[in-house]
C-alpha cells in the first residue's frame, strides 16, 4: 500500500511502554500509513521518536489534537481515555483503546482478532476496546478448543509479570534483587508499586480488591471472556498473580467443554490457529515459559492433559507477552481489519 492509501494514525500515549510498542508494531507489520501524530503529556512534549528513519515530535495531548486523525490508538490510561476518546471520534477518528474505561459499555465491541473480528462492524460510538492482557492471552489458548468442543467454565490461575505494572513495575523488581543481591534488605520505603517484597516472592493481587474477594483483574476474564466469546452463561474463577519475572504472563488453565475432550485434537487445533503455537513435548521436558514469549508475536500453549476432577476438561498452561499480544500487537491488529 502506498502512502497514499495509508491512514492519518494518532498514538495517545506515544512515550509510554505500550506506546513503544505499538510503534514498533506498526512499523514492523508495515502499517499503512500517510501521517503518524505522537501525543502524550505537556511533560512528554517535545520529545522526538523514531518512526521509520525519520524523527518524530511529540506533541501535547489536547482536545483539539485529532484533526484529520482516521484513527487514534490510546493507551495512556482509563482517565484520559474517558477524557479525550470523545473529542477524537467527534473529529470523525475511529479509536482503539487499550485501558478498560470502555470495555464493558455495550455499544462498544470488545475485540481479539483472531477470535471475534466481525466485531469491529458494529461501532456505534467509533471506539473499539483492546481486553486486558491476560483475558486476550488465555482465550487465544481456548478459543480453538471451545470451537471444537464447545466452552462452558473456566478456572484459571495468572502468573502475570512486572512489565503489566508499567516500567516501575520493573524498576521495582531489579532494585529489590540488587540490594538482595548485595545482602541487603528490603525497606518499606522499596514497596513503591506492589504492598509486599516482588524480589524472590509471588503476591497474590493483582489491581484492587472488591466486595466479594476478587480482585478487579480477575473479574475482568469472567466479564469479558463473556462479551468477547458471546457466551453470558460462560464461568469462570480465576486468582491473579504478580511474579518477578520482567515480561510475559503465564497462565494455568482448566476449561470444562460441553462435549467430551480428546488430547491429541486438541492439540491438533492449533496447527491451523493464528496468532498461537502448540509447545508441548513432554517427553523431552518441552512446554512453553515466558523468556520463549518474550518480544514475540505468538502466544504457545502447552501441558495439555484431561483434568482429573471435571468430566469434559482440559487443563493446559499458556504464556504470551502482554505488552505485545496483550496489549499493543491486538490494537494494532484491531487497526488492522479497519
Same mark, same amino acid.
Given at each position: 500500500?502506498?502512502?497514499?492509501? $495509508?491512514?492519518?494514525?494518532?498514538?495517545?500515549? =506515544?512515550?509510554? &511502554? @505500550? $506506546? #513503544?510498542?505499538?510503534?514498533?508494531?506498526?512499523?514492523?507489520?508495515?502499517?499503512?500509513?500517510?501521517?503518524?501524530?505522537?501525543?502524550?503529556?505537556?511533560?512528554? =512534549?517535545?520529545?522526538?521518536?523514531?518512526?521509520?528513519?525519520?524523527?518524530?515530535?511529540?506533541?501535547?495531548?489536547?482536545?483539539?489534537?485529532? *484533526?484529520?486523525?482516521?484513527? %487514534?490508538?490510546?493507551?495512556?490510561?482509563?482517565?484520559?481515555?474517558?477524557?479525550?476518546?470523545?473529542?477524537?471520534?467527534?473529529?470523525?477518528?475511529? !479509536?482503539?483503546?487499550?485501558?478498560?474505561?470502555?470495555?464493558?459499555?455495550? #455499544?462498544?465491541?470488545? @475485540?481479539?482478532?483472531? !477470535?471475534?473480528?466481525?466485531?469491529?462492524?458494529?461501532?456505534?460510538?467509533?471506539?473499539? =476496546?483492546?481486553?486486558?492482557?491476560?483475558?486476550?492471552?488465555?482465550?487465544?489458548?481456548?478459543?480453538?478448543?471451545?470451537?471444537?468442543?464447545?466452552?462452558?467454565?473456566?478456572? &484459571?490461575?495468572?502468573?502475570?509479570?512486572?512489565?503489566?505494572?508499567?516500567?516501575?513495575?520493573?524498576?521495582?523488581?531489579? *532494585?529489590?534483587?540488587?540490594?538482595?543481591?548485595?545482602?541487603?534488605?528490603?525497606?518499606?520505603?522499596?514497596?513503591?508499586?506492589?504492598?509486599?517484597?516482588?524480589?524472590?516472592?509471588?503476591?497474590?493481587?493483582?489491581?484492587?480488591?472488591?466486595?466479594?474477594?476478587?480482585?478487579?483483574?480477575?473479574?475482568?476474564?469472567?466479564?469479558?471472556?463473556?462479551?468477547?466469546?458471546?457466551?453470558?452463561?460462560?464461568?469462570?474463577?480465576?486468582?491473579?498473580?504478580? @511474579?518477578?519475572?520482567?515480561?510475559?504472563?503465564?497462565?494455568?488453565?482448566?476449561?470444562?467443554?460441553?462435549?467430551?475432550?480428546?488430547? &491429541?485434537?486438541?492439540?491438533?487445533?492449533?496447527?491451523?490457529?493464528?496468532?498461537? &503455537?502448540?509447545?508441548?513435548?513432554? %517427553?523431552?521436558?518441552?512446554?512453553?515459559?515466558?523468556?520463549?514469549?518474550?518480544?514475540?508475536?505468538?502466544?504457545?500453549? $502447552?501441558?495439555?492433559?484431561?483434568?482429573? @476432577?471435571?468430566?469434559?476438561?482440559?487443563?493446559?498452561? !499458556?504464556?504470551?507477552?502482554?505488552?505485545?499480544? $496483550?496489549?499493543?500487537?491486538?490494537?494494532?491488529?484491531?487497526?488492522?481489519?479497519?
Amino acid at each position: 500500500m502506498s502512502a497514499e492509501q $495509508g491512514k492519518h494514525v494518532a498514538i495517545v500515549g =506515544a512515550t509510554g &511502554a @505500550v $506506546g #513503544q510498542e505499538m510503534l514498533d508494531c506498526l512499523e514492523q507489520r508495515n502499517f499503512p500509513i500517510s501521517e503518524l501524530t505522537l501525543l502524550a503529556s505537556a511533560r512528554s =512534549a517535545g520529545k522526538e521518536i523514531s518512526f521509520r528513519g525519520k524523527l518524530i515530535k511529540v506533541k501535547e495531548l489536547t482536545h483539539e489534537s485529532f *484533526e484529520g486523525v482516521e484513527i %487514534a490508538l490510546f493507551s495512556a490510561g482509563g482517565e484520559f481515555s474517558l477524557k479525550f476518546a470523545p473529542s477524537a471520534t467527534a473529529a470523525g477518528a475511529i !479509536v482503539i483503546d487499550n485501558s478498560s474505561a470502555f470495555r464493558m459499555d455495550e #455499544q462498544v465491541p470488545l @475485540v481479539v482478532p483472531e !477470535v471475534n473480528p466481525e466485531a469491529v462492524k458494529d461501532c456505534p460510538k467509533g471506539i473499539i =476496546a483492546n481486553p486486558n492482557c491476560t483475558t486476550i492471552i488465555t482465550l487465544m489458548a481456548l478459543y480453538p478448543l471451545h470451537k471444537l468442543f464447545g466452552l462452558r467454565s473456566i478456572i &484459571a490461575s495468572s502468573y502475570q509479570a512486572v512489565s503489566g505494572s508499567g516500567a516501575q513495575g520493573i524498576i521495582e523488581l531489579d *532494585e529489590q534483587i540488587k540490594v538482595l543481591g548485595d545482602g541487603g534488605e528490603i525497606t518499606d520505603e522499596m514497596k513503591k508499586v506492589y504492598p509486599h517484597q516482588i524480589a524472590s516472592n509471588v503476591i497474590p493481587q493483582v489491581d484492587a480488591f472488591t466486595e466479594n474477594g476478587y480482585t478487579k483483574e480477575e473479574l475482568k476474564m469472567l466479564n469479558e471472556g463473556r462479551k468477547i466469546l458471546n457466551l453470558p452463561d460462560l464461568r469462570v474463577t480465576c486468582t491473579c498473580v504478580r @511474579v518477578p519475572v520482567h515480561r510475559s504472563h503465564s497462565v494455568s488453565v482448566t476449561a470444562q467443554f460441553d462435549r467430551p475432550v480428546d488430547v &491429541a485434537a486438541a492439540q491438533a487445533a492449533f496447527a491451523d490457529s493464528a496468532g498461537i &503455537a502448540l509447545k508441548d513435548d513432554i %517427553a523431552n521436558n518441552v512446554y512453553p515459559v515466558p523468556l520463549d514469549t518474550t518480544l514475540k508475536d505468538d502466544c504457545l500453549v $502447552g501441558r495439555i492433559r484431561k483434568d482429573m @476432577v471435571f468430566n469434559n476438561a482440559l487443563t493446559l498452561w !499458556v504464556v504470551g507477552d502482554q505488552v505485545r499480544k $496483550g496489549a499493543a500487537l491486538n490494537a494494532v491488529q484491531i487497526a488492522e481489519l479497519l
